[in-house]
């Protein structure tokens, strides 16, 4: 059975940097063609994706949040872990990894299953 | 606002079918296959149909997805009370390099 977990503080004030770790089980960061993404979701908003990390350490962010974002992972521990840079309140939200998933007919894959996540909230 | 467009809203009678449309771009759904979530607030979102029209082990046979051109649609059938939830359709983006949502359809069973 896979599963993922978030885990990182529930409130930050601005500026600071936000650390968030996703911990999975059932299967391994190492086998090639896994990935671990981390997507978002404001209070009443919707889901807005954010990285993705490969088992072969290449990673993809999303332009719009400018640079802000490291991805690292630690294969041994089963972890990824999400650094967000300078927040701000409009980084309030329900932050979530997942497993990318694909097949030979879709190699881009798609995101499945996902953590239950984590609430984040950013306010002075 | 949300780079794939769906109805913010549907709704339905126990037993009917109900349609969730999903429109977007030839970077988008034009050159790359859509997903489907269903999503209770405060719970994780769980993948309905993946690949357009594929259904993981589990999910009901209830719900069917399809695509043409650049719009997706995911049909459920014989719809129950239990499917009352938001409905996210995703693709990736050859432009963004990642996969982009809809804005969500929340669905009511009257």
């Known amino acids: 059975q896979i599963t993922l977990k978030e885990a990182g503080p529930t409130l930050l004030k601005p500026t600071q940097t936000l650390t968030l770790t996703c911990t999975f089980s059932?299967?391994?960061?190492?086998?090639?063609?896994?990935?671990v993404g981390w997507i978002r979701q404001p209070p009443g908003k919707s889901l807005e994706w954010l990285a993705v990390?490969?088992?072969?350490?290449?990673?993809q962010y999303s332009p719009s949040l400018n640079n802000r974002l490291t991805l690292t992972k630690d294969t041994s521990k089963n972890q990824v872990v999400l650094k967000i840079t300078n927040v701000d309140p409009v980084d309030t939200a329900t932050y979530y990894c997942?497993?990318?998933?694909?097949?030979?007919?879709?190699?881009?894959?798609?995101?499945?299953?996902w953590g239950q996540g984590t609430l984040v909230t950013v306010s002075s | 606002q949300s780079v794939l467009t769906q109805p913010p809203s549907a709704s339905g009678t126990p037993g009917q079918r109900v349609t969730i449309s999903c429109s977007g771009g030839?970077?988008?759904?034009?050159?790359?296959?859509v997903h489907w979530y269903h999503h209770v607030p405060g719970t994780a979102p769980k993948l309905l149909i993946y690949?357009?029209?594929q259904r993981p082990s589990g999910a009901p046979g209830r719900f069917s997805g399809s695509k043409s051109g650049t719009s997706a649609s995911l049909v459920i059938r014989g719809l129950q009370s239990g499917d009352e939830a938001d409905y996210y359709c995703?693709?990736?983006?050859?432009?963004?390099?990642?996969?982009?949502f809809g804005g969500g359809t929340k669905l009511t069973v009257l």
């Open positions: 030839s970077s988008n759904i034009g050159s790359n296959t």
């Open positions: 059932g299967f391994s960061l190492s086998t090639s063609g896994m990935g």
């Open positions: 997942a497993l990318r998933r694909n097949s030979g007919n879709d190699w881009r894959g798609w995101l499945d299953p």
């Open positions: 690949s357009n029209n």
């Open positions: 995703a693709a990736w983006d050859d432009n963004l390099n990642g996969w982009v």
């Open positions: 990390i490969y088992w072969d350490d290449n990673k």
